[in-house]
């Protein structure tokens, strides 16, 4: 594994060249969660940066949380999420922006999965299902780094998905040697994003890899899973896996109670959809407010 990422680190490159807003790490990186200290130097720093401010606020107010009202401040959201959650969002926003704009497809997945590990989370009464959803939120994001940074390398591993009929994952590991999970991993690695949502993203097509995080992992997994079985945004390929006999178990799954989730799931995703086409036209003022689950 040790060599692996180096040669992840040379299939990036130089890390400047993947955007985040200058100086985000070495402020927000060593933050974390149950200080005080941390909560309130965390609102400084965003709260100051009016932009910054928000594009959080945006995705704090996006369909992944459920909250019931708008949260209008930063400290707000620190208060409802937590320095992790936010810590996160912050770090992520610049990468988040770029799905936004050039690959709307996996920013409609990524939002949808995060809305369903968000379902899955509250209605099997899980902990954390704020850091669940951010994890899903972020668990593909290896595949814009692959697409930002191997341009070439993205054209061949389409055109071998649509001729071998394969998925996403299994071009990137016959082609790149190495695959979006283990690459968003680093990355998040690198950011110095918590551990909690670093796992479920290197973990989220092999649950059993995952030894710490095991039930945030699963989610993400039936998460994804799900989403792709119902057809919303685009994750690179077709092809619904099977959910994995660990995550089924760990949640404690049922045929009956994953055809409740999966209803319960598409019902909201038809406001996702509205929310990601009035983030598309510009007009963030008419993108609905998604009540609580
Ligand atoms: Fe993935
Ligand atoms: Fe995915």
Known sequence: MGNKWTDIRSIIGDLKSIPTLPGLIS????LTENNKASAQEMARVVSTDQILSVKVLRLVNSAFYGFSRRVSTVSNAIILLGVNVVKSLTISSSIFEIMEKNTVGLWEHSMGVAVAANIIARELKLPEPEETSTAALLHD??????????????????????E????MIEAEQ???????????????QTWLLPEKLIEPIACHHNVEKSLVQRTKTSVV???????KASAFGFSGDDIVPQIQPVAWKKLGLTEPLLEKLLEKIEDKLVEVKQFSLEIQS????????????
Do not use: F
Not at 27 to 30: E, M, T
Not at 142 to 159: A, C, F, H, M, S
Not at 282 to 293: L, N, T
């Open 282 to 293: 510009g007009d963030e003022s008419k993108a609905p407010h998604i009540p609580v689950v």
């Open 27 to 30: 402020k927000l990186g060593a």
């Open 221 to 227: 997994h039936v998460a994804d899973v799900l989403i």
């Open 164 to 167: 071998k009929g394969i998925m």
């Open 174 to 188: 016959e082609l790149l040697e190495t695959d979006h999970a283990e690459i968003g991993a680093w990355i998040a």
């Open 141 to 162: 994001i290896g595949k814009v780094i692959i697409k930002i940074r191997l341009r070439e390398d993205y054209g061949r591993l389409t055109q071998a998905i649509q």
